[in-house]
């Protein structure tokens, strides 16, 4: 894969620049988080040992980290889903939703620990996605690290001014809702001027030329056929009728 791997912005996401699946090409990348997706339907039987297969390739991938604090992020909601399903149906359906959910938050870490928005736009053009479409995905995900640092930076200044709300307990917050509008209209205001520079940038620079050309270009390298071809064996293996 051909790509400037130029300076990234600071708002984007973490990326993994360690990791040998920041060398592949981001189409690769979707390959294998929607084979991984569908590893899921399988019984809990092939789930447990595609899980096993799974934490080696993390592994090999320096992947195990950035994807165990994504699940970490999740573990009120696995505990609750698995004693939820457990009282209610049994364990072995409570163990098969837990896996299911891990498996699919796994594969949210690792896209987006090894590839950043820009390369994202780029296989999705490549796919054949209107620059339109592709080009608004792209942005809506680089735009979530935006906002979450200007949400930040509102509720810094805010609270070094008093008129940050009191979040101690539930009531407070209820008793002082009218003050949210403080943190509400900078970050509505901020996010507007935001989106109008960028609408403003993007035709600029010819957003709906019907001559555009991408600048970067994607191509298949030899890690790249290798990952899809040891994919497509595992996933005929896992869906084989054993």
């Known amino acids: 894969m051909r ?30 988080s929607l084979a991984i997706s569908l590893v899921v339907m399988t019984s809990i039987e092939r789930l447990l040992i595609f ?18 604090q994504h699940i970490w992020r999740l573990k009120w909601l696995l505990i609750f889903l698995f004693a939820f399903d457990w009282w209610l149906i049994s364990l072995d359906h409570a163990v098969l939703i837990c896996i299911r959910l891990i498996l699919l938050t796994g594969v949210f870490a690792l896209f987006f620990s090894t590839t950043n928005t820009r390369e994202l736009g780029l296989a ?25 640092d200007e949400w930040r930076a509102i509720r810094e200044a805010q609270s070094s001014r008093g008129a ?19 943190l509400t209209v900078p970050a ?14 993007s035709y600029a620079r010819g ?29 005929t293996l896992l869906f084989w009728r054993w």
């Open 188 to 201: 509505i205001v901020l996010t507007t001027k935001r989106a109008w520079a960028i609408t403003e940038a």
């Open 207 to 235: 957003f709906d030329s019907p001559h555009r050309v991408s600048y970067h270009t994607l191509e298949f390298s030899r890690l790249d056929f290798l990952l899809m071809t040891v994919t497509i064996t595992l996933l």
């Open 51 to 68: 899980l096993g297969v799974y934490l080696l390739f993390l592994i090999w991938a320096r992947l195990l980290a950035p994807t165990a």
């Open 164 to 182: 940050l709300p009191d979040s101690s307990s539930f009531w407070k917050l209820v008793t002082n809702v009218g003050d949210l509008i403080s």
């Open 124 to 148: 999705l053009e490549k796919l054949h996605v209107p620059y339109r479409y592709a080009f608004s995905l792209s942005l809506a995900f680089q735009s979530l690290g935006l906002l979450d």
């Open 3 to 32: 790509i400037n791997r130029g300076g990234r912005s600071s708002h984007q996401l973490t990326l993994v620049e360690d990791s040998p699946l920041r060398k592949a090409d981001p189409r690769t990348k979707l390959f294998l």
